[in-house]
DNA sequence: CTGAAAGCGCTTACAG
DNA sequence: CTGAAAGCGCTTACAG
């Protein structure tokens, strides 16, 4: 067991270079050689050793993911298409979760290739921002994910936010409602995709001609269930409830249904609901979740891809894309 | 950038060994050494090359957890409490998902740590049985975690299914039901976990003197929403119907659920459900699922504690620790 | 307290 | 077609 080069060498009477040559598959060794080094190979089960291999040849086949939480279903499900891009083009994906903590964040982003072992990252920033990404001091690759980083100077994958708010905040007012709330604002400058899709849900009420009213737009510090659960308590408690809630993403408009559910009110005939990322859960929930559905597949291959490049030595200027998004309508807005 | 020890060395006009004392903060370096040697250090942004340190240490501070499926809820909050458990003994963990597929997990497990870069594993298999693992070539240390392999001499820690199973058939038979179903039963050898939950349930039913009804028992392939679904949709097709189901994850009972609300049935009801896994999902759906909950912290620290004894070079017995569980009671049960 | 050197296990240009 | 040797970047026993 994990016999090295040398050994079989050693065993098969030939030099290492020889043992290489046929472990690589490389045509130029004579057959009779090649069947002695084989059975000593066999003979000895030897293993290539990963990190002497990337130790030489500078490549490891290891590319990073590292997200803020791999139990919110979103990041779950964008991982799965990550993996399965890697895979096609034969590099494996090892995951990472930050839990948004800047310490976290800073220890696997910015040390770099020379830190890790991974021949480049997809990175989906909380903490994080342009300044401190500019001046990394690694050379490994990054793409980034998310609308954290503004200017980064590196490829860079997001949607466009404000016109998706704002296509989900058109579809409640098209219903006709009157109140419409949104839950997930944040003013924390490390979350930006609160201050965003409220952006969205604004123009799409000015558009209309509409008032924002402030105290119908709830801020949340995180964007789980119970976080939704509490802002749709306290919408609730207003004297005068929304009968329509955008929540910034389908967690938050999971909890917020479990509230709604259980004082006893209908959706959507007492209130509307959209969410946002088209997770599973909203699917199969009673009512089903209508929810701006972002193409994750085409997030996780251009992620890929323009990592890729770049390890083929690709030194274009960066590149920003903008995934697409559907709005998915589902029961909880049309009954 | 991407400096190394030796061009530091040069520039510091030291040699390498000196500037390895100082990055590795050993005392027994003079103050005016340790100083020019830091502002070579700095100045060339040195960072260590964590291959090299591998290579020449053996020891990577990587760990890997291989699981089925990272979006599966079960999963992935198992996964944050290996995360948790790893940090805190200075191991990173990296994730990889093999989707069950046998050759995936061959790939990532038999191969072992000179094919790897990892210092040792967490394993959940799907398809790879006792056979295959007692015979891998690798000297990795492995601990499993399922229920899949029942004889691999390998630490493993598992729940005792066929008495949480038990225990969920059980208290819908203390709610007074009458006719008690099953979905997720499986034959195929590889996938245990039906087999075991099943067992549990027909012996909470035999003790209860109850006859098994054969088309009460629903065979599922996988454990997802949309299977619990289908087969609740069988079931309500049946000429008598349940008034009960024992799920035999969370997610399969989600997707019963679904189908049940959809029909316009109640819940419970019309029919109880228990599901198996405590996912967040579970709480925050309408009505809140009771399930059974092992004890994922626990799973986590055991199966990082024993994976790091195994690095210490514990060389006693294998291990096998059955995790925790309790009955989370809740309105799918009790209204 | 510091240096010169070996070696972790591999790949590969250079010879022959 | 095969061998002897250098080198990837690090750590560390051995000297001094």
Redesign the pocket.
């Known amino acids: 067991m994990a016999a ?3 050994q079989v060498a050693e065993r098969a009477g ?5 043992v ?2 046929v ?2 598959d490389f ?4 057959p009779e ?1 090649r069947a002695r080094v084989q059975q000593a190979l066999d003979e000895l089960g030897y293993q ?2 990963a990190v ?2 990337t ?3 500078g490549r490891s086949g290891l590319i990073a993911l590292v997200l803020p939480e791999l139990d919110v279903p979103y990041f779950a499900e964008l991982t799965r298409a990550v993996i399965e891009q890697a895979a096609e083009a034969g590099y494996t994906v090892v995951v990472d979760q930050t839990d948004g903590d800047p310490v976290r964040e800073r220890e696997l982003v910015m040390r770099g290739n ?1 830190a890790a072992m991974f021949d480049g990252l997809i990175f989906n920033p909380l903490a994080l921002g342009g300044a401190d990404l500019r001046n990394r001091p690694s050379s490994t690759p990054v793409v980034l994910l998310g609308e954290r980083v503004v200017e980064g100077g590196l490829d860079h994958i997001m949607i466009d936010n404000v016109g998706a708010a704002e296509l989900a905040t058109r579809h409640l007012l098209g219903l006709g409602r009157q109140r419409i709330a949104a839950i997930g604002d944040q003013f924390d400058e490390t979350r930006q995709t609160g201050q965003l899709r409220t952006q969205g849900y604004h123009a799409a009420l000015q558009a209309a001609g509409r008032e924002v009213v402030p105290e119908l737009v709830r801020p949340t510090e995180f964007f789980h269930r119970a976080d939704g659960a509490a802002a749709m308590a306290d919408l609730l408690a207003l004297p005068q409830p929304p009968d329509a809630v955008f929540c910034y993403n389908d967690l938050l408009a999971l909890g917020a249904l479990r509230t709604i559910l259980s004082r006893g009110l209908r959706v959507p005939d007492d209130i509307a609901l959209v969410g946002f990322d088209d997770i599973e859960d909203g699917r199969y929930s009673t009512p089903s979740l209508t929810t701006v559905s972002p193409d994750k597949t085409q997030i996780a291959k251009n992620a890929v891809r323009l990592l890729l490049n770049r390890l083929d030595g690709d030194q274009s200027a960066p590149t920003r894309l903008s995934a697409d998004y559907t709005l998915e309508i589902r029961e909880s807005t049309t009954g």
């Open positions: 090295t080069l040398r030939v030099s290492v270079r020889t290489s040559n472990v690589n045509p130029q060794v004579a050689t290539p050793n002497a291999r130790l030489r040849n020379r």
